[in-house]
């Protein structure tokens, strides 16, 4: 079972990571936009693609320990995972910057969705992962890996 301490520090990494990164984005502004632009779907696609293959791998092997204690946080799968799920915020940041966007309300709103729904995204997961737990393990990197190229495929002008 996942307690409520780490559940809130998931959604903390995943809802400040994606109000940190247009943030990041929006103060580097056009100096380097095009390096961002260039690299951060490649970047994002690659950790997406690494960490989907492991789970995918994982969810095939055989169980040593039916029912293991639940362990806490992984920090570094975690902050692997936030920083991949959102550096194509970066770029978006950096459009906030020649919009002329409100930066404050828009990574607010941005980061406070994405904690309430990573929280409920956590809940979901724990209640039917500990059910279907190498289903869902596959399921979970089958949709990682599709993350990454629906993140590169609208970068490679592919999907509108």
């Given amino acids: 079972k996942i307690d409520k301490k780490y559940t809130l520090r998931i959604g903390l990494f995943f ?6 990164m247009p943030l990041t984005g929006y103060l580097l502004g056009s100096q380097f936009s095009g390096y961002i632009e260039r690299f951060d779907h490649w970047i994002a696609f690659v950790l997406l693609a690494l960490i989907g293959f492991n ?6 092997e ?9 362990a806490g946080v992984n920090y570094k799968e975690l902050l692997i995972l ?5 550096i194509d915020a970066l770029a978006v940041g950096v459009s906030f910057a020649f919009l002329g966007v ?4 828009a990574v607010t709103l941005i980061g406070c969705t994405t904690f309430v729904l990573t929280l409920v995204g956590v809940w979901v997961g724990n ?6 737990k190498s289903r869902a393990e596959l399921t979970g990197g089958i949709i990682l890996i599709l993350i990454g190229v629906k993140i590169l495929l ?3 002008g592919v999907l509108g």
């Fill in 15 to 20: 809802g400040g990571f994606q109000a940190l």
């Fill in 55 to 60: 789970m995918i791998k994982e969810s095939r």
């Fill in 62 to 70: 055989e169980e040593e320990e039916e029912e293991k204690p639940y």
């Fill in 82 to 86: 936030a920083v991949a799920t959102s």
């Fill in 102 to 105: 409100h930066i404050a309300p």
């Fill in 127 to 132: 209640l039917f992962g500990s059910r279907y």
């Fill in 154 to 156: 609208e970068h490679l």
